[in-house]
């Protein structure tokens, strides 16, 4: 099969299953209920169980309970469906269990809107839980990234144990592009020896709980934890790097504004501004040591995302305020033009813009 | 070459269905193509409309703010869409269903009674079909024949009638553009 024009949400849900994901457990919420729909029409013909769970809490709950029986197994939902899921993220983070959860952002607080919106940054990096933990955040910026990353997010959750946030928008969920699924790899599902499942006696049984009530024992599990953090830090950050090298002006932007940020990067490098694009793919780890190098060639850097500004912080951070680092966004569901973008690079480039 | 489309009326219209073809005929050109809807409560029963961007660079944002080409198949789309056309743009719209003409000299705007050539022939649903035929014998932005195909062929060969019906609603809009 070559090219096939889809859906993002659909692109995500065919991935899935080409993933080995026979376990759907979701909530109905605009902009992404294509993918439950997709989930309850194909998981029957290849063996598997889509189930609409009885809220967003109960249908985490059961992918807590599926990643724990070593299966390969994720939920969708968007903003307030997220945060009502929180709660079973940080246990699944507690039990070590791979799973993979996709976040198509609508605008908020509250419950917002139904348009896109990049506003769960801080959410998605930061605290999609309490305690101390990280997912693993992955920005798709296409329907081809929709599915590839996918993959990606599976088998990135089975091989360091650990829950893998897609983190898309309504735009990217709802819109059609072609996709290849034939340029994707797919995973099979590894070995699980520590899942609890059915095994006649024939081994010691498996525990898997997020309680400790030993402060030296937890403490021990978050130290093991922020070990396998780093592991991750140091082999699977990944980003696009789109005319850095030489680049006066850096825009930073991931998902949907990375697409419209390049526009605007063509333009001035059109018109004779040397700009260029980093793009994070993880969000989660973040790049943050390409920033560091960039830091040092370029003059200015400008993060472009669809909210009031969250991932400049991590920019400013990681080029430790080195240059200037300037925002540019827009909110509740409304998306900046390339001309907008551009206008920016100009006032950047002009020293208008404080 | 890059193509910004609006296709807009009520739901029920055929509007996404006439925005996929014309996204899935470019993907197959090997064209770079984008397919937004509009979502969300208007749909349920009012208007709908879908963005469809073809391009053969790389498409930035799905979404557009003004449009190289407006098919309008009711009143309230005509009103919302016809003004945001860019200049040198194009107006395709159902005049069985719009009685306006725009003031604006800096667009070409073409005209069918799509739903009433759609009626005549006993095909009430296929007024977009009719309308696919006439736009693209307009502004040949795929060749005829092949575009042709790829509505009749996104058609199960088990419904053969739908498929004839299809072509033929085509066709009149094709003929109608010859015509005026």
Same mark, same amino acid.
């Given at each position: 099969m070559s090219k096939v024009l889809i859906k993002g949400n659909e692109a995500v849900a065919e991935a899935a299953i080409r993933s080995g994901c026979r376990y759907y457990f979701g909530y109905p919420i605009t902009p992404q209920t294509e993918i439950a729909e997709y989930m309850a029409k194909t998981m029957p013909k290849v063996g598997g169980l889509c189930l609409q769970a009885e809220s967003e809490v109960a249908a985490i709950n059961m992918v807590y309970g599926a990643a724990a029986s070593g299966v390969r197994v994720m939920t969708s939902s968007s903003s307030p469906g997220i945060s009502l899921k929180s709660e079973g993220v940080s246990y699944i983070v507690g039990c070590d269990l791979p799973c993979v959860i996709l976040n198509v952002q609508r605008g908020g607080p509250g419950l917002g809107g139904i348009q896109p $919106?990049? $506003? /769960?940054?801080?959410?998605?990096t930061k605290a999609l839980g309490h305690g101390d933990m990280h997912l693993f955040v992955l920005a798709p910026s296409s329907v081809q990234e929709m599915a590839s990353l996918t993959s990606d997010a599976f088998t990135v959750a089975d091989k360091y144990r650990m829950p893998v946030l897609l983190l898309a928008d309504g735009a990217l969920g709802q819109m059609m592009e072609p996709v290849d699924f034939d340029k994707i790899s797919f995973s099979n599902p590894p070995e699980k020896p520590w899942a609890a499942n059915g095994h006649g006696g024939a081994r010691k049984k498996n525990i898997i709980t997020s309680l400790y009530l030993k402060p030296e024992e937890l403490e021990d599990t978050v130290l093991k934890r922020a070990e396998k953090y780093k592991l991750v830090e140091e082999n699977e950050v990944r980003y696009e790097e789109y005319l850095c090298g030489d680049a006066d002006i850096i825009i930073v932007s991931f998902g949907i504004t990375a697409r419209i940020s390049k526009s605007a990067v063509n333009e001035a490098r059109k018109n004779g501004i040397k700009a260029g694009l980093l793009r994070p793919i993880t969000l989660s780890p973040f790049p943050s040591k390409k920033l560091r190098q960039l830091a040092d060639t370029a003059s200015a850097f400008l993060s472009v995302e669809l909210n009031m500004g969250q991932m400049v912080n991590d920019v400013r951070l990681a080029t430790e305020c080195k240059k200037p680092v300037y925002f540019y966004g827009r909110t509740g569901g409304s998306m900046p033009s390339s001309e907008d973008v551009y206008e920016q690079i100009l006032a950047i480039n002009g020293g208008m813009k404080k | 070459m890059t193509e910004k489309i609006i296709l807009a009326g009520f739901g029920g219209q055929g509007i996404l269905f006439s925005g996929k073809k014309l996204a899935a005929a470019g993907m197959d050109k /090997?064209?770079?193509?984008?397919?937004l809807p509009s979502y969300g409560p208007e749909q349920k029963g009012g208007t709908c409309n879908c963005s469809v961007i073809l391009s053969d660079g790389d498409i930035s944002s799905p979404i557009i703010s003004s449009p190289d080409i407006l098919i309008a198949f009711n009143i309230q789309s005509y009103d919302k869409f016809m003004p945001r056309i860019a200049p040198g #743009?194009?107006?395709f719209a159902d005049s069985t269903l719009i009685d306006k003409k725009p003031d604006r000299t800096d667009i070409t %705007?073409?005209?069918?009674?799509?739903t009433e050539i759609a009626n005549e022939m006993n095909m009430n649903k296929m007024a977009n079909v009719v309308m696919l035929g006439f736009f693209i014998a307009k502004t040949g932005l795929f060749d005829r024949d092949y575009f042709r195909s790829c509505i009749t062929d996104s058609l199960p060969a088990s419904k053969a009638a739908l498929r004839e019906a299809n072509g033929k609603?085509? /066709?009149? #809009?094709? %003929?109608?553009?010859?015509k005026v």
């Open positions: $919106s990049q $506003s /769960d940054y801080y959410q998605a | /090997d064209l770079n193509v984008t397919w #743009g194009m107006l %705007s073409y005209f069918i009674p799509a609603a085509y /066709d009149a #809009g094709v %003929s109608y553009a010859e």
